[in-house]
């Protein structure tokens, strides 16, 4: 039977996705023409200066409101650990997903694997990596095992009517760095498309995971075709994504602007031509010194553009040696006034106003 191009379209990856997660990816392409939803990671966890109590967020602290998005973490899972890498236990986890789901909220996960071949973290590549953990290499059984632990987190998580809730995993994200093991020169793209593909595949047809949209993610790029090169092919993807920061790299507002609004620019018309949900799958400027960075930089670039979500990294307030870790706002924080503004702006979406789009109905 011949179906054409744009109904193939209007289907995620799993052809046989729960309801809910059916409904989460058409509304997800129609809530883009209202605004983009403000997502954050670990919201409901911790914040600067708190940890673990309920009903508290920064970004409620900041504007009364919740953020559209919540980001988790399933780092350590892969282990057995109890908790995650940022230390975070699984089952508050959970708990915390269950909220925000009630809430009409959407729910992203993120993946720091350890490196199967050498038991380090994600952040210690060796060669092989990859190649060890695809059919027919010495760690294809524990991967398989890892992917057992996920799948059962996933199956695990279910709304007030036993419907599972919808979750936009996301796998090997920063692809395109080098400093993943699953990433950059560490690889081939052949080796990580095989992954992503095994991935996708072991979850939906082995395990019978349904919940779940896939999002593909590179970190910054400088063209479609290099933000392509580990595309694993539109039938494995429902989301395009990238991360971005501010600060290492680029530290000028004009700059980061620019590279940005050309990056977004890309992201959109290969999301275009191929159908996805384009979004902004992780951001943020560490320890916002800019008081007003939300409205001259961030919505500034991001009103000329259409995405479905922007995820701002954790919270991890300030660390032992000065360091410090946040990317929006707490109570009181030099660019949390700018924040209520793009909080108050047409084009930015919160809780409340998933909450009356019903993304899962
Ligand atoms: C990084 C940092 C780390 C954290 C990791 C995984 O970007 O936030 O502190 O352990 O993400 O969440």
Redesign the pocket.
């Known amino acids: 039977m011949y179906i054409p191009a744009a109904a193939q379209q209007a289907m995620p990856v799993d052809r046989h996705a729960s309801r809910e997660t059916l409904n989460l990816y058409r509304n997800l392409k129609k809530l883009m023409g209202r605004g983009f939803m403000f997502g954050h ?2 919201d409901l966890a911790y914040g600067v200066g708190w940890k673990y109590i309920r009903g508290r967020s920064d970004i409620r602290d900041v504007t009364g409101d919740y953020p559209a998005v919540y980001g988790w ?1 399933l ?1 350590r899972i892969e282990l057995g650990w109890a908790v ?3 230390s975070v236990p699984f089952d508050k986890m959970k708990t915390f997903i269950r909220e925000g789901y009630d809430r009409g909220g959407v729910i992203t996960i ?1 993946w ?1 694997l350890n490196n199967p071949l050498t038991g380090k973290t ?1 952040w210690e590549p060796a060669p092989g990596s990859v190649a060890s953990v695809l059919p027919g290499g010495l760690k294809h059984a524990l991967y398989k095992s890892w992917l057992d632990r996920i799948a059962s987190f996933m199956l695990d998580l279910k709304g007030s009517r036993g419907e599972y809730i919808p979750v936009i995993f996301r796998p090997f994200h920063e692809l395109n760095g080098s400093w993943f093991w699953w990433g950059g020169k560490n690889c081939s793209p052949e080796e990580i498309i095989t992954l992503y593909r095994f991935t996708v595949s072991y979850l939906r047809d082995s395990m019978n995971v349904h919940n779940l949209l896939y999002a593909y993610n590179t970190d910054r790029f400088a063209s479609s075709a290099a933000y392509l090169e580990r595309y694993p092919g539109d039938e494995w993807v429902d989301i395009t994504g990238f991360d971005i920061y501010q600060g290492n790299n680029i530290a000028k507002n004009e700059d980061f602007v620019q590279e940005l609004d050309n990056s977004l620019g890309m992201l959109e018309s290969i999301a275009r031509e191929k159908g996805k949900i384009p979004a902004l799958t ?1 951001f943020g400027y560490n320890g916002l010194p800019d008081s007003l960075w939300w409205t001259r930089v961030f919505l500034k670039t991001l009103q000329t553009h259409r995405i479905a979500y922007a995820l701002a ?2 919270n ?1 307030g300030y660390k032992a040696g000065g360091q410090y ?1 946040f990317y929006v706002p707490y109570r009181g924080q030099g660019s949390a006034e700018d924040f209520r503004k793009f909080f108050l702006a047409g084009t930015t979406l919160f809780q409340e106003d998933v909450t009356k789009a019903q993304l899962y109905n």
């Open positions: 990671q670990d973490e780092g995650n890498l940022d993120s720091h994600a992780e990294w954790r991890a870790e």
